[in-house]
């Protein structure tokens, strides 16, 4: 049976022309499937042939019966073809396959940066806490930077809620989180971090506002892009408010974000918007 069918299939391809030849344009195709596109193009070639005019155009006339006789087998090969015809995508809906891809990546990684500055928050606040109070012990951790560069790299193009020029800064500010996180590594003991601090111009306190203030930047980012269960995932609470503080922790001890000479505690002051 499944060879009988090809054979007929065979059959109808050698008469079937305008069925083959319409598949096979790409134009065709360009504003969605044809079903019966060859019966289309051979009804279109007898109408063309009936209605010439002139010397010249009645040389159609001799392709009238070649139309003709083509139009029943490509009716039959059309219909056997209804399967591919009519489930084939469009080239708008191929093209728009890519961006879906895109967007879904793109999805992914403000998740992946957004969970780094919410790692980063809770680990340096510990830190600081754990500090100030002279804890025995550290909680273990370190800064996290890699998807939220990726993520401001892009962003300096399409700038989020609270941008005015200033992207450019704002990516310098998260490679200086980077670096700042390398040299800060995983200290394990208080003599670490004092080393660190004695070492750097930024304080733990430093480190902490610089990601939180990329944290309240990117907050229209995130929360633009992220479902409320991704958001509830991170423990994300919405906030038009830029005030920074450090939980547990009486008196901000700063050295590098100051203004006149003292912490700056809005992130809307920060000298680099």
């Excluded at 001799?62 to 009716?75: C, N, T």
């Excluded at 995508?89 to 890519?98: E, I, M, N, V, W």
């Excluded at 998740?111 to 025995?136: F, M, V």
């Excluded at 633009?224 to 450090?246: A, C, M, N, R, V």
Aim: proline share 5%; charged share 20%.
């Amino acid at each position: 049976m499944k060879r009988a069918f090809i054979v007929a299939l065979l059959a109808m391809q050698a008469v079937a022309c305008a069925s083959l030849i319409s598949l096979s344009d790409d134009t065709s195709s360009a504003n969605g499937p044809k079903p019966y596109s060859g019966v289309e193009l051979d009804v279109e070639g007898l109408g063309s042939s009936a209605s010439c005019t002139g010397h010249g155009g009645c040389v159609s006339l001799l392709f009238f019966p070649l139309f003709l006789i083509d139009l029943p087998f490509s009716f039959a090969l059309d219909t056997l073809l209804l399967p591919y015809t009519l489930t084939r995508p469009t080239k708008q809906a191929t093209a728009s396959l890519r961006p879906n891809i895109e967007q879904t990546e793109w999805n992914q990684l403000v998740l992946q940066a957004a969970q780094e500055l919410q790692y980063n928050h809770e680990w340096l606040s510990g830190l600081a806490l754990a500090i100030d109070k002279r804890a025995p012990t550290l909680p273990s951790g370190a800064v996290k930077a890699r998807a939220l560069e990726t993520v401001v790299r892009h962003a300096r193009n399409s700038p989020s809620a609270h941008a005015g020029g200033e992207e450019k800064y704002v990516y310098e500010d998260v490679l200086k989180l980077g670096e700042l996180g390398l040299a800060l590594g995983s200290p394990d003991t208080a003599s670490q971090v004092e080393r660190f601090e004695r070492l750097s111009s930024y304080s733990i306190h430093d480190v902490l506002f610089l990601n939180d203030f990329l944290r309240w930047y990117l907050r229209p980012t995130i929360e633009k892009e992220l479902d409320t269960q991704q958001l509830h995932s991170l423990g994300w609470t919405s906030s038009s408010g830029d005030h920074f503080e450090i939980a547990g922790v009486k008196e901000l001890n700063m050295r590098h974000f100051l203004r006149e000479g003292k912490p700056i505690e809005r992130f809307s002051l920060y000298p680099g918007l």
